[in-house]
């Protein structure tokens, strides 16, 4: 089995520091969390930014603020900052880091309730953040919400309508409406993707553990972080992201599954 790549996806759009107050705004803050993260054996930082006040934005100058000071202080990290945005977005607004050319970024592959709201990226939307993909020579990492996303994206990519292979999937499971967390639900995404591909499970919630036990031992690799759990164990938040991968890199140890450093990561995504 290859190493395994830890993503930490730090911040996210939705969870504020009244939830917990570790949740990362300023541009210090999300470097603070990104090395945290990194000293504690992430390869990989899945990247949304905020106003200082916590509001998400997409703005590209933030972006660049925060990418800039995180290279600054972890020079080879994977940044894979978020075309998703928050709920709500217009496709322009999401897309703008794109336009500082990161080695990847994600790519969410259809619309999906996401708790009360709807979550949305029509087969238009996704065409314009495909093109632009492939215009930057950008790898997306497909956001597989639910199991037709994967359907989905599969088709684009055949139609060269998305980037192809080598394609790297993150399967999201337990969002509220969407493909629950279950390693029977997992193990049918897994088996579909093609040969070659390189895959991620993100648990929510409480599911971020058992999730991250199923991708190592399914010879995955495995997200967590604040975006989508704030919490080390049942009651007990957690302090930084470094503890919640640190917890992953505990898991991993003893199932018996080494821990891929960025150089590494790079090369089992094809990135290098
Ligand atoms: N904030 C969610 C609505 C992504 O980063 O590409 C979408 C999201 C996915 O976080
Ligand atoms: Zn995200």
């Not at 080879?76 to 928050?86: E, F, M, Q, Y």
């Not at 690799?221 to 049942?234: H, M, P």
Request: with cysteine.
């Amino acid at each position: 089995m290859e190493k395994l790549i830890i993503t930490a996806a730090i911040c996210g759009a939705e969870v504020t520091k009244e939830q917990n107050p570790a949740v990362p705004y300023t541009v210090s803050e999300i470097v603070r969390e990104a090395k945290s993260a990194y000293d504690a054996g992430a390869a990989i930082v899945h990247l949304h930014v905020r106003k200082d006040d916590g509001t998400p934005t997409q703005s590209r100058e933030r972006f660049r603020e925060c990418i800039d000071a995180i290279k600054r202080e972890i020079p080879d990290v994977i940044l894979i900052p978020s075309t998703g945005g928050a709920v709500g977005m217009s496709a322009e607004e999401r897309l703008q880091p794109t336009e500082l050319f990161p080695e990847m970024a994600t790519l969410d592959c259809g619309t999906c309730n996401f708790g009360d709201e709807i979550f949305d990226n029509t087969m238009p939307m996704m065409r314009i953040f495909g093109k632009r993909m492939l215009e930057n020579h950008i790898k997306p990492e497909y956001e597989c919400f639910e199991m037709g996303h994967l359907d989905t994206i599969l088709n684009m990519a055949k139609k060269g309508e998305v980037p192809g292979a080598p394609m790297q999937f993150n399967f999201v499971l337990g969002v509220p409406g969407c493909t629950p967390a279950t390693v029977g639900n997992l193990d049918w995404m897994v088996r579909q993707i093609p040969a070659g591909s390189t895959w991620t499970v993100t648990g929510i919630g409480r599911a971020a553990f058992p999730m991250a036990a199923a991708g190592i031992i399914m010879g995955g690799n495995v997200r967590v972080g604040f975006e989508d759990n704030l919490y080390l164990s049942r009651g007990v938040l957690a302090k930084s992201n470094g503890e919640l991968v640190d917890k992953v890199v505990r898991l991993a140890r003893e199932l018996g599954r080494e821990i891929a450093d960025p150089a590494e990561a790079r090369r089992i995504l094809g990135l290098a």
